[in-house]
């Protein structure tokens, strides 16, 4: 089992950034493809990003291409995801999420997830 604990949300006015961290345990975090999701009250979980095994292939949804940036650090079992022009559409919980699979933006591929972080965008 895999367990993912984020941190790093919080309240920004837009253009602002934020730093995501996901900090994992109980398994080789190397095994694993990392991705990010978010979830806006009253709306399904979205596909964020995602990032290989070696850290090598990058995904990302176009909502927030050019904006945001996924990375990992398997040497401190970590992820991260990089939040630059924040806007107010940006204001979910995040949450992190791992699969033994491809990267992938199916929900449904990936086997853990975290307990989510809240980021709010102000104008």
């Known amino acids: 089992q895999v367990q993912l604990v984020e941190s790093g949300g919080g309240l920004v006015q837009a253009g602002g950034s934020l730093r995501l961290s996901c900090a994992t345990s109980?398994?080789?975090?190397?095994?694993?493809?990392m991705g990010w999701f978010r979830q806006a009250p009253g709306k399904e979980r979205e596909f964020v990003a995602a990032?290989?095994?070696?850290?090598?292939?990058?995904f990302y949804a176009n909502s927030v291409k050019g904006r945001f940036t996924i990375s990992r650090d398997n040497a401190k079992i970590t992820v991260y995801l990089q939040m630059n022009s924040l806007k107010p559409e940006d204001t979910a919980v995040y949450y992190c999420?791992?699969?033994?699979?491809?990267?992938?933006?199916?929900?449904?591929?990936?086997?853990?997830w975290g307990q989510g972080t809240q980021v709010t965008v102000s104008s």
């Open positions: 990032v290989s095994w070696s850290g090598t292939s990058t």
């Open positions: 999420a791992a699969t033994t699979k491809y990267p992938t933006s199916s929900r449904g591929a990936y086997d853990y």
């Open positions: 109980g398994r080789t975090f190397s095994s694993y493809v």
